[in-house]
């Protein structure tokens, strides 16, 4: 039997097995799938998709078992795997991981050296993500904020930049340490779904890194909080209404924050916001 006649093995994967240097079917059943896997993505230096592993591991079945199964009968084996945290070491240390920051608030904007020089510049073709000033910001004086918001904020396509940490966790504590907060408000999205944070994971983050063949997506997870301590929900005249009552220093870092928002961001609050005359510089 040729390599060429397992089930599993097509052009593909033969050009892998021939990178690696397995030549034989005998080679073959002697070898680890997660020693391929991490292997595989070492010599090219690139990420392989999971479902890699699935084929090593049924052309391996049936290298030693005879047995010809399809490759999808591995998959819920990796995938609890997964579940059980037992995979991310297969993915092999000597590859760089891909890791996008994802922003569009103060992160863009307001200069801060010692996250600034962890990453690359900022690229305007991100996901798209539903925004909106619905967080109220105790450092800010009050002024409200932008964040994730399914329910009131408006489809914008944020900015991203490319990470210089080859590990996730330093990324990961990179924003976490900028943005002042602690781990769980802080999103993070893996690929092969090894891993994620508490934030929810927008639909769209999933299948722009997909796209983008990035490993690792990490964002700012604080949640809106307007209807919180008393306030009323968020509405855009509720949130006019909060706007016009804060103190000077209050009004005067919510223009300076909403005006320094990208141009990409174009909520309902800031729309309305373009419209009211008191909403100007402080004199």
Known sequence: MQLSDLRNVGKATLGDFAVLGIMSVEQLSACDPDTLYREIQICTAQRHDPCVWDVFAAAI??????????W????PVRKARVAAGDFG??????????????????????????????HDDWESDGP????????????????????????????CQVAYAMSRRNSPDDAICDLKCREGTI??????????????GKPAIPETVKSWAEEKQIDVVVWT????NFGERGRLEFSVENALRHLQG??????????????????FIKSPLR?????????????
């Open 246 to 263: 804060l103190c000077p220093k209050g009004k005067s870092k919510a223009f300076e924050y909403i005006c320094h928002a990208p141009e």
């Open 183 to 196: 781990l769980n408000r802080v999103g993070y999205y893996f690929r092969d779904e090894s891993r994620c």
């Open 221 to 224: 997870g604080l949640a809106s």
């Open 61 to 70: 079945h049936q290298a030693r078992t005879g047995e010809a199964k399809n």
């Open 72 to 75: 999808w009968a591995f998959t």
């Open 89 to 118: 070491a297969v993915w092999g240390e000597a590859v760089m991981m891909r890791i996008a920051i994802l922003g569009w608030g103060s992160l863009i904007w307001d200069e801060r050296p010692e996250f600034d020089k962890q």
């Open 128 to 155: 798209e993500l539903q925004l909106e000033f619905s967080r109220v910001s105790s450092s800010r004086s009050g002024a409200l904020t932008l964040v994730i918001d399914e329910d009131n904020g408006a489809e």
């Open 271 to 283: 729309t309305a916001l373009e419209r009211e005359p008191w909403f100007k510089p402080p004199s």
